[in-house]
């Protein structure tokens, strides 16, 4: 059983509203890496860590930043959220070979 | 540029029924491949995953994959499926360890 965890599972939020989704892992992986799903089920690799204060950018552009102080926590946040933000956001973590994900986050900007 | 394709969107198969879903990788040399599933609101569970040697893997929940050098593929089947098995499978592939690029996603309607 992986230990990896998001929360909120669900927000619903107004536009402009800074958010930060969080994601936790205990299994003390070096990398982390958050994806973006669309409603149309295709995962986007929006931003990913190496360790303690390396974070990339992913493949897909994406207005969010992150941070990573510590090994085992790997938030995310939006400044200002719009509409176009609304999805599902996937936090994933491995150490060598396979990652495990975190049951996802569905963010609703209305 | 490294890529991964799952050319169905969505399958639909009877209970009982045998299950094959296709994935092709785009990759300089064999890079290290997986399948996850994933149930509605869920994220996403291995099923299994190929680095090396025997090129039929055998994964949780009665699947297998075949890995196929010659045709870049790593196709995944199941003997007979389960109304459980309904599901999302994304087929993914990295280099040595780096970060994952996922196929597309196959959806799997499964009749009783």
């Known amino acids: 059983e992986a230990d990896i965890y998001q929360t909120p599972r669900y927000l619903v939020i107004g536009t402009g509203k800074k958010i930060t989704l969080e994601c936790s892992q205990t299994?003390?992986?070096?990398?982390m890496y958050w994806y973006q799903q669309d409603p149309g089920m295709e995962l986007h690799l929006i931003h990913y860590?190496?360790?303690?204060?390396?974070?990339e950018k992913g493949d897909l552009s994406s207005e969010s930043t992150v941070s990573r102080i510590r090994t085992e926590h790997f938030p995310l946040t939006l400044e200002s959220a719009r509409p176009s933000h609304t999805s599902q956001y996937l936090c994933?973590?491995?150490?060598?070979?396979?990652?495990?994900f975190g049951q996802g986050t569905r963010l609703t900007v209305v | 540029a490294q890529s991964v394709t799952q050319p169905d969107i969505h399958i639909t198969v009877s209970e009982g029924a045998s299950l094959e879903l296709r994935c092709n990788y785009s990759?300089?040399?064999?890079?290290?491949l997986f399948w996850y599933v994933q149930s509605p609101g869920q994220g996403l569970q291995l099923l299994l995953k190929?680095?090396?040697?025997?090129?039929l893997v055998q994964g949780i929940k009665g699947f297998e994959a075949e890995f196929k050098r010659s045709q870049s593929s790593f196709n995944l089947r199941k003997p007979s499926v389960h109304w459980s098995d309904a599901a999302e499978y994304f087929c993914?592939?990295?280099?040595?360890?780096?970060?994952?690029?996922f196929g597309g996603g196959t959806r799997v309607l499964v009749k009783p």
């Open positions: 994933a973590s491995s150490r060598l070979t396979e990652a495990f």
């Open positions: 299994m003390g992986h070096d990398k």
């Open positions: 860590s190496y360790g303690v204060n390396s974070t």
């Open positions: 990759y300089g040399a064999t890079p290290y």
């Open positions: 190929y680095f090396s040697g025997d090129t």
């Open positions: 993914a592939a990295s280099s040595a360890g780096n970060k994952l690029t």
